[in-house]
């Protein structure tokens, strides 16, 4: 049933019964038993042409996930005000693996376009919010992916694991992650960590710009004060750096009127 589920995705969101079983790699007839089986459930639903989406269920037992729809509700409020902003694309992701997981994006109406929608997946390097977690993430993960292999989008995308490993302990210092030109060649996001209660970073936020505008310095502290927002919102509060983590604890914020 699982192979069945996974052979949608959002280049796919939209199969036949013989393309899942092709996709999935079961038999015509083990396919047509589980697809029904699915279907019956609700994690799968029929259309007039006969092509199998998604179900509305499945996308119900989806949103009790703690990092998805619970994470993106805090962050929301967050995310519209950063939105406001700077009226460019605002994302939100987590980390899978060694992918992020975008699981919120506002679209700015003039934006830069860009290659991410709710759901998607792309490599921790290749991207601000990856970069963001990947240089909060366990030092083991951080020297296991440095080692690569790296995959290049652009010219521009960091392919050199001993560059990585510098780029991360530059977002360690800063408390942002600026990725340029890295995904395509004219946007560059700027993106910072959010913590969760304890301090554990659990998610990133970031804006994506066009390369050429050069406001990147001028994004650093609302993107901060989002992530900042969100990570309060979660129950983190401000504290001294943690002995021998490395990793940097920014000063509480001016109180609220």
Do not use: K
């Not at 009790?64 to 406001?84: I, S």
């Not at 366990?138 to 995308?157: H, I, K, N």
């Amino acid at each position: 049933m699982l192979s069945v589920l996974a052979a949608f995705d959002h280049e796919h969101p939209a199969l036949c019964l013989t393309d899942i079983s092709r996709r999935a790699g079961l038999s015509l007839t083990t396919t047509h038993r589980l697809v029904g089986a699915l279907t019956g459930w609700g994690a799968l639903e029929r259309d007039e042409d006969g092509a199998y989406h998604v179900g509305l269920r499945l996308w119900e037992l989806a949103a009790l996930a703690p990092r998805g729809l619970a994470l993106r509700q805090a962050a929301l409020p967050y995310l519209e005000d950063l939105y406001e902003a700077t009226h460019e694309n605002v994302q939100m992701a987590v980390r899978d693996g060694a992918e992020v997981v975008y699981i919120e994006w506002l679209s700015g109406r003039s934006a830069v376009g860009v290659r991410i929608q709710v759901g998607a997946r792309w490599p921790l390097h290749a991207t601000g919010v990856g970069l963001a977690l990947l240089a909060h993430g366990d030092p083991a993960l951080q020297e296991s992916y440095c080692r690569g292999p790296l995959v290049a989008f652009t010219p521009y995308t960091i392919a050199d694991g001993e560059r990585l490993r510098r780029e991360l302990a530059e977002v360690r210092r800063t408390g942002v992650a600026v990725s340029s030109r890295q995904v395509t060649d004219d946007a560059v996001s700027v993106a910072a960590p959010v913590r969760r209660a304890g301090g554990a970073v659990v998610a990133a936020v970031s804006v994506v710009v066009p390369w050429h505008d050069g406001g990147v310095p001028a994004l650093v502290p609302a993107v901060r004060l989002a992530a900042r927002g969100i990570s309060r919102a979660l129950g983190w509060q401000p504290g001294p750096p943690a002995g021998g983590t490395g990793v940097a604890v920014p000063p509480p914020a001016a109180p609220e009127p």
